[in-house]
């Protein structure tokens, strides 16, 4: 499967961004799904994961209650909603899939991911 993520942005502290990322190919929807996120200078660090029916949702602490991972199957899309965005926020983001077919289980390491798109920034000004 090719990811590819988009809508990314410079926002003030406060502000809200929707990222998508499209998927190619038809396994997308028994796949789970993350989003990630890496800082300058910093390590690739997990934000949030779909299983592959969307009825699941998880989320790192630092991201929970501001914001919503989404999936819509009939587009090979899924989203992330970021609201109360705040300088920290900043970073690349990323979308990937982690290649198990209709996994019972979250993945949140950056190992358990098989496929990467290619990242879109986010800035969040003060």
């Known amino acids: 499967v090719q990811l590819q993520a988009s809508g990314g942005g410079l926002v003030q502290a406060g502000g809200s961004l929707r990222l998508s990322c499209a998927a190619s190919?038809?396994?997308?929807?028994?796949?789970?799904m993350g989003w990630f996120r890496q800082a300058p200078g910093k390590e690739r660090e997990f934000v949030a994961a779909?299983?592959?029916?969307?009825?699941?949702?998880y989320y790192a602490d630092s991201v929970g209650g501001r914001f919503t991972i989404s999936r819509d199957n009939a587009k090979n899309t899924v989203y992330l909603q970021m609201n109360s965005l705040k300088p920290e926020d900043t970073a690349v983001y990323y979308c990937?899939?982690?290649?198990?077919?209709?996994?019972?289980?979250?993945?949140?390491?950056?190992?358990?991911?098989?496929?990467w798109g290619q990242g879109t920034q986010v800035t969040v000004s003060s």
């Open positions: 990937a899939a982690d290649g198990l077919h209709y996994s019972a289980s979250y993945s949140t390491r950056v190992y358990e991911y098989d496929y």
């Open positions: 779909v299983s592959w029916s969307g009825g699941g949702t």
């Open positions: 190919g038809r396994t997308f929807s028994s796949y789970g």
